[in-house]
């Protein structure tokens, strides 16, 4: 596609509940970033793949986050029992090679998320 | 692993003055320090970028230094305009992830 594509762009779930987030990064990149950005807040890094090898996961707040991404396409983050201090818009971003010749991020629109 | 730092949190100018926003890192290794303009309600876009290997670089009306001795890095605005308005992300990195700091909210009054 022409740029990262991010799903759903709402989600409104009640405490407790297991979300999904989806991100189609763009063709070809081989890394791909899940960010987490609270209302007015900075860009918090969660987990970082680069191609085949391992993800880094080390900005995952607890062991009720984890990510998975086959190859270098689609990436899903789950979130299970929601708790309210998760409502954030989660940013996906995808990269042709982090820090490398060409190290921009092309972000997706984000998923907004609110646990109730 | 890397903490990168970033001040002001919020800055106001009038147009036509500069605007300085400032970040420091802590990791030694990292060596790519992009900075990101994020709009209301938008994604976040790069502006410019600047490799450990370069002192400063400049982009018409913005520039970035980097001071690897001391850890720190620097985006400067002139003649600063409205639609300057805007988040200001710094970030550092290297081969590996990047590291953002908390934003600078930049408003440029008329």
């Known amino acids: 596609g022409a740029g990262v594509s991010q799903s759903p762009s709402n989600k409104v779930t009640e405490k407790g509940k297991d979300v999904e987030l989806r991100c189609d990064p763009i063709?070809?990149?081989?890394?791909l970033y899940w960010y987490r950005q609270r209302l007015g807040q900075g860009l918090e890094f969660l987990i970082y793949f680069q191609g085949n090898s391992a993800p880094d996961k080390s900005g995952l707040p607890s062991d009720r986050f984890s990510a998975e991404r086959t190859g270098e396409s689609v990436s899903t983050l789950t979130i299970q029992r929601t708790q309210q201090e998760d409502s954030a818009v989660y940013l996906c971003?995808?990269?042709?090679?982090?820090?490398?010749?060409?190290?921009?991020?092309?972000f997706g629109e984000g998923s907004r998320l609110t646990v109730l | 692993g890397e903490n990168v730092e970033q001040h002001p949190s919020t800055l106001s100018v009038q147009e036509g003055d500069s605007a300085v926003i400032k970040c420091t890192y802590s990791d030694s290794a990292s060596n790519y320090f992009p900075w990101y303009k994020q709009e209301l309600g938008k994604r976040p876009q790069l502006i410019i970028d600047?490799?450990?290997?370069?002192g400063e670089k400049k982009d018409q009306r913005i520039a970035v230094t980097l001071n690897k001795t001391a850890k720190h890095f620097s985006l400067h605005i002139t003649e600063t305009q409205p639609e300057d308005s805007a988040v200001y992300f710094c970030?550092?990195?290297?081969?590996?992830?990047?590291?953002f700091g908390t934003g600078t909210r930049l408003q440029v009054f008329p």
């Open positions: 970030a550092a990195g290297n081969t590996d992830k990047l590291i």
């Open positions: 971003a995808s990269s042709l090679l982090a820090g490398g010749p060409t190290g921009e991020l092309f």
């Open positions: 600047i490799r450990s290997n370069v």
């Open positions: 063709s070809g990149h081989t890394a």
